[in-house]
Each structure stands twice: as C-alpha cells, then as structure tokens.
C-alpha cells in the first residue's frame, strides 16, 4: 500500500516499505501562546520560521493548524498554506475542523496534500469526503464519531476505520489515499491509553492493509519528562506499522532514524549515519 503526497515539486510516498515519513507538527497554536496571538494578528511570520526551522529539523511533510478562537480559519488558513508553500518545498497536512476553512486553502494548495481530517461523525463524512474526492487529496480518518472517542475499546475504534474506508470507497476515493490515525490520548488520564490505540492500529493495519498516521505526542499531556515517553511510545507505535507520525522533528528525528534502521527500514543505515555526521558537523561548526 502506497500513499503520495506532493508539493509543485516535490513527491513523498508513505509506506510500509518506505522510511518513516515525519510530520512536523509545530505550526499549531494549541499550547504555544506567542504564536496563537500572531495568529490573532493575522501575522505568519513565526508560522513561516517554524516551516523552514521543521524542514531543516527533517520534517518531510508540515502539517499546518491556525486554529485559535477568534481568528478567521476561512481567511487565514489559504493565508498560511501560501506562506509555507512560499518558504519550504515539502508537501503540506492542512488541518482544520472547519470545512470552510479547508476548501479554502484547498483551492490554493499546489499538489496533492492531506486533509486533516474527516472522523467517522456523519457530518464530517457528509461534508469532508466530497471535498477529497473533488480536490483529489490524500485524508486522514480519525477512529472517533458521534459517540466520541471510544475508550478501552480498539475493536470499536477499528470498526470507526471500517466504516470511513467503506464510505470513501463508495465515493471512489482509493484506499491508498486514507491514512487512519487510530488517536492517542494521554496516559495522565487512562494508563491503558496507549495499549488501547496499539492494539488498534495492529488490527486496522492488517484487517484493512492502510497506512497509519497519529499525534504521538498527545500521549504525554500533562506528564513529566514529555520527550521521553514520546519517543518509546513512538517507537512502539513504529514496530506496530505507524508509517507517518505527526510529531516534533527536532525531537524526535533521531529515534525515528533509529527504529528504522533497528526494523529493517534503512539498509546499511546509510540514513541513520548520515544524520549522525549531519549533527557532528553541525556541532563542531556552532559558535
Ligand atoms: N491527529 C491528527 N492531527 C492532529 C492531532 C492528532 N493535529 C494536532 C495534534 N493532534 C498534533 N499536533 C500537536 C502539536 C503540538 C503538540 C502536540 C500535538 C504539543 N504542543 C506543546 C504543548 O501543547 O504543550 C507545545 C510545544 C511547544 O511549545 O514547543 O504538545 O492527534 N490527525
């Protein structure tokens, strides 16, 4: 199973024969209370320094989130998409609730990107879905619906995946084009959070053979020492068949290279030691 995605000029293909592809994460507000008032300013210039500073971090897709209450998703978010297609060549996750919003910067968006996303609500599938199968994207299906996020239940989040695969193909949007994120919860409130979405995405990948993304990092909310339960719970989720995990790529590119090389996915770790001599390199060069 193979996903593309491309900007004007770039092409990225997701896969489970492919190397991790890393979704940088960090042009989002939620959390960062410089850049929600930017973005309430109608400023982009942090959103175009986080999109160069991700790319060169490694990010090979940016996902782009402008969300913040009181700001004007509609106008800003083709705003911001122009910015970063303007500064960076990698292709784009535009992500929004509103689907208003995403047609928006649909219309501007050069290549094919990802739609983040479409749940399994009726509504979402009703209004996202033709917007996929007119601007012939890539979508993200999240395992939520009308019931919200089942808890303790992978089985259930497995037949939310079902469901969505079911309907676009109905639509005739392939298969190819779905990534399901089966959604991490923190552990700060339910220790068997991560299990539950493990389990989940073992079961999508083989019942319905698509590529996987996830918001790793929601897993750490409100714990300690984030990074690292971050990046053991992502290495796990790689060994499950998490193919694009939406993610800091300063922080975790170097786990990532690593499970990789260690899951047969880097032959000879030509990658994992390049990125090695990237950062002695730019060691020894820093002031
Ligand atoms: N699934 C899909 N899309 C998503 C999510 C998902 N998009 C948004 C989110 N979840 C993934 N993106 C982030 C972005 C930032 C953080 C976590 C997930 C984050 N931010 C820090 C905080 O809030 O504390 C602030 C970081 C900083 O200041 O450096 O943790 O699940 N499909």
Redesign the pocket.
């Known amino acids: 199973m193979k996903t593309t995605v491309s900007s004007a000029t770039k092409t990225v293909i997701i896969g489970d024969d492919q190397p991790t592809v890393i979704i940088g994460?960090r042009i989002?507000p939620?959390?960062?209370k410089k850049l929600a008032a930017a973005l309430l300013a109608g400023d982009l210039e942090m959103v175009r320094q986080e999109a160069i500073q991700q790319v060169a971090a490694g990010a090979d897709i940016l996902?782009v989130?402008v969300g913040v209450a009181g700001v004007d998703e509609v106008a800003l978010l083709p705003e911001a998409v122009k910015i970063v297609m303007e500064a960076v060549d990698v292709p784009l996750c535009i992500?929004s609730a509103n689907p208003e919003a995403l047609e928006a910067a649909l219309e501007v968006y050069q290549g094919k990107p990802i739609v983040?996303?479409v749940s399994g609500e009726e509504a979402s599938l009703q209004r996202i879905l033709p917007l996929v199968k007119k601007y012939n994207t890539v979508v993200?299906g999240?395992c939520m619906d009308d019931d919200g996020i089942p808890q303790n239940d992978p089985e259930k989040r497995v037949a939310i995946a079902r469901k969505i695969v079911a309907r676009a193909e109905a639509l005739g949007i392939p298969r190819e084009d779905i990534l399901i994120?089966c959604?991490?919860l923190t552990l700060g409130a339910n220790d068997q959070a991560g299990l539950v979405t493990l389990q989940a995405m073992r079961q999508v990948k083989a019942e319905l053979g698509v590529n996987l993304?996830l918001?790793a990092?929601?897993i750490s909310f409100g714990l300690p020492e984030r990074e690292l339960l971050n990046t053991v719970f992502l290495s796990i989720c790689l060994a499950a068949g998490l193919n694009c995990p939406?993610v800091d790529a300063a922080k975790m590119r170097p786990a990532i290279l690593a499970a990789d090389l260690a899951l047969g996915r880097d032959s000879y770790g030509r990658r994992y030691i390049r990125a090695y001599r990237a950062r002695l390199k730019a060691a020894a060069s820093a002031p």
């Open positions: 994460e989002n939620t959390g960062k996902d989130n992500d983040n996303s993200i999240l994120d959604l991490a993304t918001g990092s929601n939406i």
